[in-house]
């Protein structure tokens, strides 16, 4: 046993030591996640469109870490069966995935809908159903067809529309046995990342393009969300919602707090607040104060585009659940004179003139930015019962980034271990969190890190044809907390 190991087992130990066996409700679900262009390959498999991830990585292979693209990834195009049976393996009551918008529609519009496309969600979803395992699928997880992209994609007001049909032939095909639906991945991803050249489509747009993705995916998601409730619910009475992701953000001082709340507003709110607060459109704030920058610019319209009164009306309140993404919490602090502004990972940091810090007491995962501070989860949770009175929230998403591809991942098992934690503190204080989906089931393509950078609960060796998959000792783990319902399992697996 290393030195390092000896410290490990002793932290295990004691956490183990500590700790009462808390015991999840029964009603509460546990699950893991994946997206479609992350894990499937099969890129131009039958009659499959070309993806705007496709493009990008086919025409600028160097955008990401070592050239890799998602053609191949974990090949589960191929081997749904094993990502099934690894599901089993865990536990699992929920397996998260994403449709591939060009596999079903490999046009964009519903003109043409693909055979193989169509048979490969059936016999996932269909393989998942005779395990047990409820299929919770997202719509689209960023890999929107290219043919779409080329006519202006999310900046395009129409997209609503081309999205809304394209959620009808899913919803169609497959809303008989699926229950829980996301029509967006994290639209802050789609548009604050994807206009600032970190993710396809790769656009340098941050003053406009940006927020005209912002207002479409609100239309989007809403045209999708009422389609849903009009046209399938009364039929199939599934619910339907969207994954947000959301940083928790804390004031470094106290004078930094309104800053803080202006900065949820930028992250979280524009994409939150037009569909779960009372009123509905742009959290007011931030609003203005885009407006102002905008005028001061000399715009002669807000950047962020206004929404009219039917507008407003139509996003408002199409929600039957918080789909909520967490991963981590920053402190934030103004930005002192002349001092420059990184904005990476975390962009528009420039414009509202802040700084994001980590605070010295929380410890650093395997990257920089990557603050172990479970209680902001618990935090966000409040936050969100308190802001929006929303009823019922569904982690969609909530993981540890590592460096290494280790197989024993003992911070990974820890910080499962300490979000639980805190959500199982939140439904006991009557916050209804009604299940936990870990990112992610296994390696895959972590966007422009490729390949560098891993989040599984899987190990994929990606230098093998047949792509094995290995489980780490958070699967291990994670498999004992599915079976005996309380995260209490941390000494389980690791010197067995
Ligand atoms: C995204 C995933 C991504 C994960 C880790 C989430 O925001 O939905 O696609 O892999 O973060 O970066």
Redesign the pocket.
Known sequence: MSYLDVIVFCILISAKCCSQDVVFPSWFKFGAAS?AY?IEGGWNASDKGESMWDKLLHTQPRVAADGANGDVACDSYHLWRRDIEMCVELGLELYRFSISWPRLLPSGFPNHISEDGKNYYNNLINGLLEKGIEPVVTLY??DLPQSLQDLGGWANPLIADWFADYARVVFTLYGDRVKTWLTL??PF?ICDVGYNLQQAPYLNDTEVGRYLCNKNTMLAHAKAWRLYQEEFKPRYHGKVSL?T?FIWYEPLTPDDKEVTELTIEHWEGRYAHPIFSKEGGWPPRIQQFLDNAAKKEGYHRPRLPTFTAEEIELVRGTYDFYGL?H?TTRKVRKAKFGEEIESWPFYGSKELGIVLENDRSWPLGSVDWFAMYPEGLWKQLHWLKDTYGVQEILIT?N?Y?NVDDDLNDWKRMKYIRDNLEQIQYAIEDGINVTGYIH??LMDNF??LAGYKVN?GLYAVNFTDPERKRTPRESARYYSKVTRGRSYDYLHVGLYE
């Open positions: 997206a992350q997880h960023f991945n994290e991803g994954s992701l993404n991963y998403e993981g980034v990112w992610t972590e966007w989040f």
